[in-house]
């Protein structure tokens, strides 16, 4: 079974920066390489959404208006790793991060098409 680990959250001021890491733990068949990823953001009372996905061979969309030109998703198959750089935070990208794989293999901008959760990150940002 595929586990994913989030780590990197945190408290910080608005302007700052932070960078999220997700990797994988468990039994798992395959590599994080093999994966298309996304991070996903859940803030207080609002559904989880979809913010920026990553292909195998490191492709990226943007699924989230609200973080274009400030998140960037990359990845380090030797790492095994996946990262959210996000710069200049606001208040309202205060929530719990978490990453995913989607079912089908292909990036999507679907909640229901990832079903596998990590515990996520707390990312709050505040002065």
């Known amino acids: 079974q595929l586990l994913f680990v989030e780590s990197g959250g945190g408290l910080v001021q608005p302007g700052g920066s932070l960078r999220l890491s997700c990797t994988t733990s468990g039994a798992s068949t395959r590599p994080l390489d093999f994966y298309a990823i996304s991070w996903f953001r859940q803030a207080p009372v609002k559904e989880r959404e979809v913010l920026l996905c990553?292909?195998?061979?490191?492709?990226?969309?943007d699924y989230a208006d609200s973080v274009k030109g400030r998140f960037t998703i990359s990845r380090d198959n030797a790492k095994n790793t996946v990262f959210l750089q996000m710069n200049s935070l606001k208040p309202e990208d205060t929530g719990i991060y978490y990453c995913?794989?989607?079912?089908?293999?292909?990036?999507?901008?679907?909640?229901?098409?990832?079903?596998?959760w990590g515990q996520g990150t707390q990312v709050t940002v505040s002065s």
């Open positions: 995913a794989a989607p079912r089908s293999f292909y990036c999507s901008g679907y909640v229901d098409s990832y079903d596998t």
């Open positions: 990553i292909t195998y061979s490191g492709g990226s969309t």
